[in-house]
């Protein structure tokens, strides 16, 4: 579908008429080789959740999620994961990943205030956010950007608004599919109890991503969107010192040099 044209939103993703039961099938899938994998990894390394674990361990769910994704559209639908998920990707959509960026920090800043008052002693902190934050050198901090950054993205855009989406807007006015889905894409993190301070968040990001999504007509700007949200948290988390760090060298740099211009006026 061409960049310009606005797709009606009742046949958004259509090709594929996915159902309930088969999105809770790819997510019992990923949840399920998760969990095999989780017990074979701690069996192996001992109880201590470690980067390297934790990149096994969603690899795996990722990996199995994907195939049952692949499976699906090999036997239910057309065997094309553009047509069956809306699985599309363009380069002149790199803007998206600043854009992610940008909503973010924009989703951070309008949640603060509500996160100090329901959590005045400071917010849980995510199982995943303690990993990332705890990651050393520089082949952990990949790993983590990896796994957050790129594939888990990808994962869940093809889950929620490739399947979950597409199955909404049939039965659901398009506001209600866009909070229906965006509120399953929120509740699903609670399986981390710890999340429920950034649940909000989350939502409002996942009614974003819903709009794009109907907007554009398959994932090709939901994908970067979501990836860039990831990203600048996961580079946050695992380069935080470095980057405050850098800031505070580049504002002592300014200074100097605003000194040195202010000799001369």
């Known amino acids: ?19 309930v039961p088969q999105f809770l099938l790819v997510f019992a899938v990923g949840f399920g080789a998760a969990l095999m994998a989780g017990i074979l990894v701690f069996a192996a390394a001992g109880d201590e959740l470690s980067v390297a674990a934790f990149a096994v361990v969603f690899g795996v769910q990722a990996g199995a999620s994907l195939a049952a994704m692949w499976w699906l559209s090999r036997t239910r639908g057309t065997g094309s994961l553009a047509a069956d998920f809306g ?15 940008g909503l973010q920090i924009a989703v951070a800043l309008l949640m603060a205030p509500l996160i100090q008052l329901l959590f005045p002693e400071g917010p849980p902190q995510q199982e995943v956010a303690t990993l990332t934050a705890s990651s050393s050198g520089v082949t952990e901090g990949l790993l983590v950007v990896v796994m957050v950054g790129l594939l888990a993205p990808l994962v869940e855009e093809m889950m929620f608004r490739g399947m979950l989406l597409s199955r909404a807007v049939r039965s659901l006015s398009r506001a209600w599919a866009v909070v229906a889905t965006a509120a399953a894409f929120a509740g699903v993190h609670l399986l981390d109890p710890s999340a429920i301070a950034v649940l909000p968040g989350l939502f409002t990001i996942g009614v974003v991503l819903a709009i794009v999504s109907l907007r554009r007509g398959d994932l090709s700007l939901a994908i970067p969107l979501h990836a860039g949200v990831n990203l600048t948290a996961a580079l946050l988390l695992v380069f935080g010192d470095q980057i405050t760090a850098w800031l505070e060298d580049a504002q002592a740099n300014l200074e100097q040099i605003e000194g040195l211009v202010r000799l001369f006026f």
């Open 87 to 101: 699985l599309e990707l363009h380069l002149s959509d790199w803007w998206a990943l600043l854009a992610g960026f």
């Open 1 to 19: 579908m061409s960049d310009h044209e606005q797709p009606n939103d009742a046949d958004y993703l259509q090709t594929t008429k996915w159902s």
